[in-house]
């Protein structure tokens, strides 16, 4: 499942079944782990940690076999930065039941996160403003900048992946000049 960082109401849902239909009545519990440093979520307050207190929370029956717990992404007071995804670690550990399966929750790139990790780079001249710019903008039209190839004096060849589609575009002066070739 994919997710914005800044979202508030994350459901975090596990579905159980068997040959005989949905299983209902069980103990279930969920554990959030940081996938870019190992660390889990302590549930008691929001913080990812090497050992938390409270590395479980159970999950509410919703009936018809499935199991939920909504989380807010924007509590959670040390998500870092470059965390690209969360593994969910779901757990039935009613007796004669016990069983783990997991899902990753891939966290997207906000609007703000793009501006905030190209700023450092264009202070040390690793980036310039402009393809802060083509950056921002392909996020606001759903697209992913690949790369940004210097043409000519005024004029850069993007590359950008939309719908499995590698398209380019040609980037005059104004932004607004961008037709696809």
């Known amino acids: 499942m994919q997710v914005e960082r ?20 069980l103990a279930t519990v969920v554990a959030v782990r940081d996938t870019l440093n190992g660390d889990y979520l302590d549930f ?10 409270i590395k479980k929370t159970p999950l509410v ?5 499935f199991y939920n ?5 924007t509590s959670i007071t040390n998500l870092p930065t470059g965390t690209r995804h969360l593994g969910l670690e779901f757990e039935i550990t009613t007796s004669g039941k016990q069983s783990v399966t997991s899902e990753i929750l891939t966290l997207r790139a906000s609007l703000y996160d793009i501006p905030a990790a190209l700023l450092a780079k264009i202070v040390d001249g690793a980036v310039t403003v402009q393809t802060l710019f083509a950056r921002t903008n392909a996020y606001i039209r759903g697209k992913i900048l690949l790369d940004t190839v210097s043409a000519a004096p005024d004029t850069d060849v993007e590359y950008y992946a939309e719908n499995n589609t590698t398209k380019l575009f ?12």
Do not use: H, I, W
């Not at 994350?10 to 009545?25: D, F, I, K, N, W």
């Not at 008691?44 to 207190?53: G, I, M, Q, V, Y």
């Not at 029956?61 to 076999?65: D, F, P, Q, R, S």
């Open 61 to 65: 029956e919703l009936g018809n076999g």
């Open 69 to 73: 717990k909504d989380l807010d992404l």
């Open 170 to 181: 040609e980037n005059r002066k104004a932004p607004t000049d961008r037709t696809p070739q």
């Open 6 to 25: 800044t979202d508030t109401l994350v459901p975090l849902t596990l579905a159980v079944s068997s040959q005989s239909g949905p299983e209902t009545g």
């Open 44 to 53: 008691s307050d929001l913080t990812f940690k090497a050992s938390p207190t």
